[in-house]
């Protein structure tokens, strides 16, 4: 009697062998399953961000699509970093942890492969976490020991949950720095003091102190009685005069006297705001940065006709002033190195 297909003995069905990511961390050879990777990063591909944790110790994290992942390595996850110190790696793996996402750094990944499991047994890791539950476990792969990772596993409870409460610290600072995008776009294209006062905000909060001062030494300008002078002696000495001009929607060229230079810095201006600057040998945006940078004496009308002149800078003023400064800050920083 011929057999029901449903009751017949069938070829034994190909399994096939989870593929696994391997990396390498210090001298050990690690390995995530591939569904449990999110992304890697070359470490300086990507901005590290950090927010403070319990203890005052900062936390750093990227954003990975807009979420983000904090970084632990290995060595404070198995409790070595006190022992072995911090390390530098080359690259950061995104992986889900539970709820959250974490970059572990790693010291390069090898590639992907598969494992095969039916000649060999894995063994569970010595370290184990809440429940006694292995961090993972040791297989063999190429003839060297591998450790398969659960990302489930890698910190304990309780450092979990100062992870968890990190994240949430994190996901603010993300929520922020949308913020500050978004209105870093508005101002290029149409400031207002408001805008400008809540990027400096918005900046400081997250960490972006020259930009912030930035903002806030415009702000000085964009109020409704702004200063005559640089009375403190510390703003650029052209902001005062550029500004009322930017106020007055000016439309034409002005002749700029630079303390020790014979010829005078030209800036172009439609309805107000700034679309060319020329400087010695410089033109535009860099132009504008050097001639902030410098003592100016005083400001008077030229006459070329801006019916014909290009538009180099294409950002508001503001945008233009915010930029100009936070460049001034960061190179005279570098200077005092």
Request: glycine residues 8%; charged residues 25%.
């Amino acid at each position: 009697m011929p057999q029901n297909p449903s009751t017949s003995v069938a070829a034994e069905p190909s399994v096939r062998n989870p593929r696994v990511l391997v990396f390498t961390v210090d001298d050990g050879h690690f390995c995530l399953h591939l569904d449990w990777v999110e992304a890697v990063y070359p470490r300086g591909a990507v901005p590290v961000y950090a927010i403070k944790v319990a203890g005052g110790r900062p936390r750093p994290f990227i954003l990975h699509h807009d979420e983000p992942a904090l970084v632990i390595d290995l060595r404070e996850a198995f409790n070595l970093e006190q022992t072995l110190g911090r390390a530098t790696r080359s690259e950061l793996l995104v992986i889900r942890s539970g709820s959250i996402l974490l970059a572990l750094p790693s010291d390069g990944s090898i590639g992907v492969r598969d494992l095969d499991f039916r000649t060999q047994t894995p063994l569970p890791t010595r370290l184990l976490r809440d429940g006694d539950v292995p961090v993972g476990h040791v297989i063999e792969l190429d003839g060297k020991m591998l450790v398969a990772l659960d990302p489930n596993r890698l910190v304990d409870g309780s450092v979990r949950e100062e992870l968890v409460a990190a994240h949430d610290k994190a996901l603010l600072f993300q929520q922020r720095e949308a913020k500050r995008v978004a209105l870093w776009s508005e101002i290029c294209q149409r400031s207002t003091a408001a805008d400008v006062r809540a990027y400096a905000r918005v900046c400081s909060r997250n960490g972006y102190s020259k930009a912030a001062t930035a903002a806030r030494t415009l702000l000085k300008y964009l109020s409704d009685s702004p200063p005559t002078e640089n009375g403190a002696g510390t703003d650029p000495t052209l902001l005062p005069d550029l500004m009322r001009y930017v106020h007055s929607g000016h439309t034409g060229e002005l002749l700029v006297e630079v303390g020790g230079d014979s010829e005078p810095a030209r800036l172009f201006l439609v309805g107000g705001r700034v679309i060319d600057a020329e400087f010695h040998h410089e033109r535009g945006r860099a132009a504008f940065k050097q001639l902030l940078a410098n003592t100016t004496t005083g400001i008077c009308l030229g006459d070329v006709e801006m019916s014909a002149r290009a538009e180099v800078i294409t950002e508001s003023t503001a945008a233009l002033v915010i930029w100009a400064l936070e460049m001034l800050s960061g190179e005279r920083r570098a200077r005092r190195r």
